[in-house]
């Protein structure tokens, strides 16, 4: 069964670099077709799509974010990462790492059938 | 960005009610919406996709339907385990958005 886990630090001081990793179990992020999203949530708000990468290293990103956001690929750990430069806080969130597996493949990203268990990131001075 | 807008943002129903929760996209996404369920304190739980299709081990009680801008997720016979935040998601083109949510409480 495939499974996800975020892992950074939980507490950042505003004008910081965010950097947080994706540890995939089960399941390879450099075989087949899925794309490998990262999605955020503010404390109490409804869930931000923050961008994708593909096994090829290929990415796209939420234009919301401007270019603060970086993504890239472990392919030797199984893992995927998100660099946000430049937090405030409006940054903090907890923020899931998911897989959507492509079943069309002419969408970059259909459903999210796996998510990690979140992890809260907060940006106080 | 399509935007998605949920209907109502809050509801709450006794315990046997069909409850139905809508969600309409600020424009036409064909079939490419999906639900999900989540709890407090976890990640979003895929219900349906593609507008209509259950998703892997989801209970047959959740009915997704609609097309084009309007959809409607629907359970059948409200249980205690459905208390929770509904969201709807479309995929038709980037940036992949979401509604704001819609939070189900047993009445």
């Known amino acids: 069964q495939l499974q996800l886990r975020e892992s950074g630090p939980g507490l950042l001081k505003p004008s910081q670099t965010l950097s947080l990793n994706c540890a995939v179990s089960g399941g390879s992020i450099i075989r087949g077709g899925a794309s490998w999203s990262w999605v955020r949530q503010a404390p109490g708000k409804g869930l931000e799509w923050m961008g994708y990468i593909y096994h090829s290293g290929v990415t796209r990103y939420n234009p919301s974010l401007g270019n603060r956001v970086t993504f890239s690929l472990d392919r030797s750990q199984n893992q995927f990462s998100l660099t946000l430069t430049s937090v405030t806080a409006a940054d903090t969130a907890v923020y899931y790492c998911a897989r959507s597996p492509r079943v069309a493949l002419i969408y970059a990203v259909d459903w999210f059938d796996a998510w990690g268990q979140g992890l809260l990131v907060t940006v106080s001075s | 960005d399509i935007q998605m807008t949920q209907s109502p943002s809050s509801l709450a129903a006794s315990l046997g009610d069909r409850v139905t929760i809508t969600c309409q996209a600020s424009?036409?996404?064909?079939?490419?919406l999906n639900w999900y369920q989540q709890k407090p304190g976890k990640a979003p739980k895929l219900l349906i996709h593609?507008?209509?299709n259950l998703g892997a081990g989801v209970f047959s009680g959740f009915i997704g339907s609609g097309s084009g801008t309007e959809f409607t997720l629907t359970i059948k016979s409200l249980e205690p385990d459905d208390v929770g935040t509904y969201y709807c998601?479309?995929?038709?083109?980037?940036?992949?958005?979401f509604g704001q949510g819609t939070r189900l409480e047993i009445k």
């Open positions: 424009s036409a996404i064909s079939n490419d």
């Open positions: 998601q479309q995929f038709h083109s980037l940036p992949i958005t």
């Open positions: 593609d507008a209509s």
